[in-house]
């Protein structure tokens, strides 16, 4: 049985940082592309970043570019989620997902965990 947790969420103020875990279990995580997604209330589910099953190709949303970093630690069967200078447009719910076929920008995922609450503060 497949398995996304993810972690790490919580309350930061304007210009903090968070690092979202997002740990991996019951798939082969190095031949996953792994993506991180959210979603604010009344919104739509929206890309934030992803990384190649290799984990040497990343790719982000521009909302999000130079602030993000996503990485993909196969040997642990995690990704990561660092997010810096972090603003109130970042509160949502942040979910990870994991593709068998290779990285997309897209909600097509195969597998998805939970959700972890992110709320900034102005």
């Known amino acids: 049985q497949v398995q996304l947790v993810e972690s790490g969420g919580g309350l930061v103020q304007a210009g903090g940082s968070l690092r979202l875990s997002c740990a991996a279990s019951?798939?082969?995580?190095?031949?996953?592309?792994m993506g991180w997604f959210r979603q604010a209330p009344g919104k739509e589910r929206e890309f934030v970043a992803a990384?190649?099953?290799?984990?040497?190709?990343?790719y982000y949303a521009d909302s999000v570019k130079g602030r993000f970093t996503i990485s993909k630690d196969n040997a642990k069967n995690t990704v990561y989620l660092q997010m810096n200078s972090l603003k109130p447009e970042d509160t949502a719910d942040y979910y990870c997902?994991?593709?068998?076929?290779?990285?997309?920008?897209?909600?097509?995922?195969?597998?998805w965990g939970q959700g972890t609450q992110v709320t900034v503060s102005s």
């Open positions: 997902a994991a593709r068998a076929l290779e990285v997309t920008t897209t909600t097509r995922y195969d597998y």
């Open positions: 990384v190649s099953r290799s984990a040497l190709n990343r």
């Open positions: 019951g798939l082969a995580f190095s031949s996953y592309a």
